[in-house]
């Protein structure tokens, strides 16, 4: 069975762009979460999507989005990026919410100039 | 919201030294993960144990709910057992918070 996947690994973008982010969880989750992990902040919920609709959030400010498709497959957005946007972007997927055993990505790792 | 505790925070080992690294919460939990981050950042499962005892290899890891802590065991460590080392709790289906972790080093 095919694990987690994200896209891309690796990001480099301006400040004041905006960026797209894609997981594609394993096959028959339902359940995607994202987190982002910073040396200063470590790791942190971002959001939850099930069924396209987003569940649970974290305590981000609204440039930071995200959204799910009917096959599980889900993107994150930030938009209007700052420096402190640079961080490795994690997603996860569980078979139907964040209380199942969580499988996690590889990462996309987002560096913001 | 739940407050999660790892200690130590850094740990370096002798190659075979065995170790236990522990997870403290401030609440009850419906969810207890224990994670192992690769140098490339990926976050590997090691454990998914919201009580109980669970064995897998050298690993093994015990949580004590009514007790609010988990314990993660490594045994005869390796050299590929560096990095760091994360337990995540869940409470009332919310989202998942981590510790800070602990950074193991296995020397040869």
């Known amino acids: 069975k095919a694990g987690v996947t994200q896209t891309p690994r690796y990001l480099i973008k301006t400040r004041g762009q905006q960026v797209t982010l894609s997981c594609s969880p394993i096959?028959?989750?339902?359940?995607v979460s994202w987190y982002q992990q910073t040396p200063g902040q470590g790791l942190q919920f971002l959001f939850e999507?099930?069924?396209?609709?987003?569940?649970n959030k974290g305590n981000f400010p609204g440039r930071f989005s995200g959204r799910q498709f009917s096959n599980s497959r889900s993107e994150m957005n930030v938009s209007t990026l700052e420096l402190g946007d640079s961080a490795l972007y994690l997603c996860?997927?569980?078979?139907?919410?964040?209380?199942?055993?969580?499988?996690f990505g590889p990462g996309t790792r987002l560096t913001v100039l | 919201g739940i407050q999660v505790e790892q200690s130590p925070p850094d740990l370096i080992l002798q190659e075979g030294a065995n170790s236990t690294l522990r997870c403290n919460f401030s609440?009850?939990?419906?969810?207890l993960q224990w994670f192992h981050q690769n140098p490339w950042g990926q976050l590997i499962n090691l454990f998914y144990?919201?009580?109980g005892t669970k064995q897998n290899g050298r690993l093994s890891a015990t949580t004590v709910a009514t007790e609010r802590y988990s314990l993660l065991y490594i045994s005869s460590s390796q050299t590929t057992d560096s990095g760091v080392y994360f337990c995540?709790?869940?409470?009332?289906?919310?989202?998942?918070?981590f510790g800070a972790g602990t950074r193991l080093t296995v020397k040869p």
């Open positions: 999507y099930f069924s396209e609709t987003q569940r």
């Open positions: 995540a709790v869940i409470r009332n289906n919310n989202d998942m918070r």
């Open positions: 096959s028959g989750h339902r359940s």
């Open positions: 996860a997927s569980s078979f139907s919410g964040v209380w199942n055993e969580q499988f």
């Open positions: 609440d009850s939990v419906n969810n």
């Open positions: 144990i919201p009580s």
